[in-house]
């Protein structure tokens, strides 16, 4: 019969070790309490948080991963289209505005519209036949457009993103990271104009024979004071996806997030890592853009009939001056 005898020796190192892995645990609890639990019941596949300036990283997780931009992409769209065109210009809708699916304005093919009034209704309604019909008018055609999207990413550094079309559908080969992202918007954030359209609560859009009232898809601009302004962006296959820029301290700062599944739960809990005081569910919730609202309507004008006279035969009785009723 043999008897195991534990080493003495071996139960002390334990014991040490497991003392060494305590006490470092709890230094990084108190010193480094966001690297610890970054990440932490975070959704998105990938996000990023900088200081806009100086581009270091507060928090993020694979943020050099590619992925699918979603309507994120309106911001290369709107921001070239602001650089290659006058606001006043007038484009005209082609046929193609037709086949796009929502979001829309409902473009209709052939009519005329403003270049202001199509890059607020890409970057507030998010509307893909606002994108569609400024990448046409500006690059002769959508994939002409793309080239150069991607030729102003390299120039802005975003060397891991791929445009292939203007509103963000989705399509196999077109990509971009948070890092990229977050690049391309502190770019577009020196325009002033593009700063003025991001800015926006509502974009009120005159047709012809309504107007209608779009609310920006941005949440954090009705219930966030620190936002300067964003860009929503989703599809089924991208999921949600999100950059915008806040303010603190006289600094800017940019969230950018990628493959979300709950969009502004992750960008709440992102945002801890800057502010105090931040936006509740019930307060996102109320922020949330509805459908467009019609805010009057232009009647139609009244078709003029000329009135008919009935006329009564009189029949007037031999020998008197008094009429006789007809069918009598």
């Not at 974009?203 to 302004?229: E, M, T, W």
Request: with cysteine.
């Amino acid at each position: 019969m043999s008897i195991l005898v534990e080493n003495p020796l071996s139960n002390l190192k334990k014991y040490y070790i497991k003392k060494i892995v305590i006490h470092l645990l709890f230094i990084l609890f108190f010193l480094f309490p966001s690297m610890l639990f970054a990440g932490e019941g975070i959704t998105a596949n990938s996000y990023i948080l900088v200081e806009k300036e100086s581009f270091d990283i507060i928090a993020g997780r694979n943020y050099h991963m590619k992925l699918a931009p979603a309507s994120t992409t309106k911001v290369m769209t709107t921001l070239l289209a602001i650089e290659k065109v006058d606001t006043g210009e007038t484009i005209v809708a082609d046929k193609g505005v037709a086949r796009l699916p929502a979001s829309k304005m409902h473009l209709v093919p052939g009519r005329e519209y403003s270049a202001i009034d199509l890059m607020n209704g890409a970057m507030i309604e998010s509307a893909n036949d606002a994108a569609y019909a400024l990448a046409k008018h500006i690059g002769g055609s959508e994939e002409n457009f793309a080239r150069m999207m991607n030729y102003r990413a390299n120039e802005f550094g975003a060397f891991n993103t791929h445009f292939k079309n203007a509103s963000g559908l989705y399509v196999n080969g077109q990509y971009t990271t948070c890092y990229d992202l977050a690049l391309i918007f502190k770019h577009a954030l020196t325009n002033d104009t593009f700063r003025e359209l991001i800015a926006k609560k509502y974009f009120f859009f005159q047709d012809s024979r309504k107007s209608v009232r779009y609310k920006n898809h941005n949440r954090f601009l009705f219930c966030f004071d620190p936002a300067i302004g964003g860009k929503t962006g989703f599809t089924r296959k991208s999921k949600h996806c999100y950059v915008g820029a806040f303010e603190k301290d006289g600094r800017s700062y940019i969230l950018a997030l990628l493959n979300s599944r709950d969009l502004w739960g992750d960008a709440v809990l992102i945002l801890g890592n800057l502010y105090d005081r931040l936006p509740s569910d019930k307060e996102l919730r109320s922020a949330r853009a509805p459908s467009a609202s019609l805010s009057s309507y232009k009647p139609k004008k009244a078709k003029k009939f000329a009135a008919k006279k009935k006329y009564k035969k009189k029949v007037v009785k031999k020998g008197t001056n008094k009429p006789v009723k007809s069918g009598t």
